[in-house]
């Protein structure tokens, strides 16, 4: 599974934007169980942000990103979206999604759980 993640972009603190994850034939795979967006920043290890269980669409949040960020899919899934709204300085990163084809519940947040990764996708929030 080929994964591209896009959307990212330069913006002020308060902005909204919406991020795009796709895969390669316009599907995750008939195995997928989990999608989930991860960041890395600069200078610091890659973290979860956000997931969304395939079966039965229940979601996942970092609780730095709680109430601000709303993870979805499209109807015939096949794009993941991370709405990102009221964003600040810190939220600057790399933005990665990831589908894991046996992620458990108690590992939705480890990038260990992931099996596949898009290349990533910057976001820069200015102050």
């Known amino acids: 599974v080929q994964l591209q993640a896009s959307g990212g972009g330069l913006v002020q603190a308060g902005d909204s934007l919406r991020l795009s994850c796709t895969a390669s034939?316009?599907?995750?795979?008939?195995?997928?169980?989990?999608v989930a967006w991860f960041r890395q920043a600069p200078g610091k290890e890659r973290e979860f942000v956000a997931a969304?269980?395939?079966?039965?669409?229940?979601?996942y949040y970092a609780d730095s990103v709680k109430g601000r960020f709303t993870i979805s899919r499209d109807n015939a899934k096949t794009t993941v979206y991370l709405q990102m709204n009221d964003l600040r300085p810190e939220d600057t990163a790399v933005y990665y999604c990831?589908?894991?084809?046996?992620?458990?519940?108690?590992?939705?947040?480890?990038?260990?759980?992931?099996?596949?990764w898009g290349q990533g996708t910057l976001v820069t929030v200015s102050s």
């Open positions: 969304i269980r395939w079966s039965g669409g229940y979601t």
């Open positions: 990831a589908v894991g084809m046996s992620t458990i519940l108690s590992e939705v947040g480890a990038s260990k759980a992931y099996d596949y």
């Open positions: 034939g316009r599907t995750f795979g008939s195995r997928a169980r989990a």
